[in-house]
């Protein structure tokens, strides 16, 4: 909670974290909707360098946030999405304990990952990547 942030780093830190985040992610919210894609959540995580809070790790990633397909949001069900959703349902109907080792992905779970990714990417961006 807010409160717990505020016990943690303190009242000032934890203002500038709540206003950076919260800009960071309407900005984001409205390039996702602008494109079709509602980012329904994501993490972003804060740190400190030479005693000033900055953002840190990726950002706004498939691994990061949850990217919903807008035209076809339906409330109360799983959405179609291009987001690491896939290999969690993925692994859940393996029976997996979600202790490690995790199970290998097979190979057509991983490329439709990559395929999830890559959409997201392209939407959100309105550019291809350079194939290799």
Known sequence: SYDQVVQLIGRDAANVVRIRSGAVYRYA??????????????????????DKLILIDELLT????RFWEASDYRPGQSQPNYDKQFVRDWLDSTGWDHEPPAPELPADVVRKTTERYLEAYVRLTGTELAKA
């Not at 919210?29 to 030479?50: H, N, P």
């Not at 498939?62 to 946030?65: A, G, K, L, R, W």
């Open 29 to 50: 919210m409205e390039r996702g909707r602008d494109q079709g894609i509602i980012i329904a959540d994501t993490k972003m995580e804060f740190g400190l360098l030479d």
């Open 62 to 65: 498939p691994d990061s946030s």
